[in-house]
């Protein structure tokens, strides 16, 4: 039996939906309904999840002579992650609040506010000191170092 095949058979056995399927891994119903109909596939790690899911071997996402009938047998144990997942209801709380398109505004906003302040903070710093034109007393200015003239006034003809 093919991969996609599977997948449907295992959900539909279950009794999930699509919907339900993709809020507990954590991917768009899309995405189910892509790797039912053969348009794409799960990734490793997807395949794992689904294991979790459905309750069944790994294996037998892998193995083409499968057939439903394999279901009568009892299910092999599946050998233990190596890394800890979260609990499921954790992932789901957490993806939930990443998809909304507000907390990405606010968020996108934040990191916005954050970089003007740091262009504006970065271009006054190590400034010199302005001196206010009410402060200053008067300039010296040393024709003897000009080498040529400086007419203030055009030349009098």
Not at 48 to 53: F, I, K, M, P, T
Not at 88 to 109: D, F, I, N, Y
């Amino acid at each position: 039996m093919e991969l996609q095949n599977k997948l449907r058979h295992f959900r539909k056995e279950s009794g999930i939906s699509q919907m339900d399927a993709a809020e507990k891994l954590e991917v768009s119903r899309q995405t189910i309904h892509r790797w039912e109909a053969g348009t794409s596939v799960p990734t490793t790690e997807n395949l794992s999840r689904l294991s979790a899911l459905y309750d069944v071997p790994l294996d037998a996402w892998l193995r083409e002579d499968w057939e439903p009938s394999d279901l009568s047998a009892p299910p092999e144990a599946e050998p233990e992650p190596a890394v800890p997942e979260p609990p499921a209801q954790e992932r789901t709380e957490r993806g939930k609040l990443l998809r909304r398109p507000a907390l990405k505004a606010v968020v996108l906003a934040v990191v916005f506010a954050v970089g003007i302040v740091i262009g504006i903070w970065s271009t006054h710093w190590g400034e010199p000191e302005v001196i206010q034109q009410k402060d200053m007393n008067c300039e010296v200015i040393d024709i003897a170092t000009l080498g040529d003239p400086i007419y203030l006034l055009p030349p009098k003809d």
